[in-house]
């Protein structure tokens, strides 16, 4: 099938756009290319992830069903533990909830956006 689109950016709602963007700059090493109060932005090749400040954001609360997370990034790590622990060092938090066993665990950015971090399988 012959594409019609390409991905360009995803936007995440937060209430405070650099912070945010620094958190995954630390996590992911994009570069920040905008940073202001009300939106930031980081990029990688041609993909950005930009974070627009919304006035009175209520953050989901993961795992609870009245407060859907709305949508979650997966990454993919070498080391889950070393990667935890950069992720909690740079501003994450880790629920109680752990669904993924062994091989992914589940953590919440500085604005309360669930990701996850899994295990990089070999070839």
Request: proline letters at 9%; hydrophobic letters at 40%; a negative charge.
């Amino acid at each position: 099938m012959t594409a019609v689109a390409a991905l360009a950016m995803v936007n995440i709602d937060c209430d405070a756009p650099r912070a945010l963007a620094d958190f995954y700059h630390q996590i992911l090493g994009w570069d920040i290319t905008h940073s202001e109060d009300d939106y930031a932005m980081i990029t990688e090749g041609p993909v950005s992830i930009g974070f627009g400040r919304i006035d009175g954001y209520t953050p989901p609360r993961w795992p609870d069903p009245s407060s859907p997370k709305q949508f979650h990034l997966d990454f993919v790590v070498a080391d889950l533990d070393k990667a935890e622990a950069a992720c909690l060092d740079a501003g994450a938090a880790k629920p109680d909830s752990q669904p993924g066993g062994d091989s992914w665990r589940v953590l919440t950015d500085p604005s309360g956006h669930p990701f996850c971090i899994c295990a990089k399988q070999e070839d």
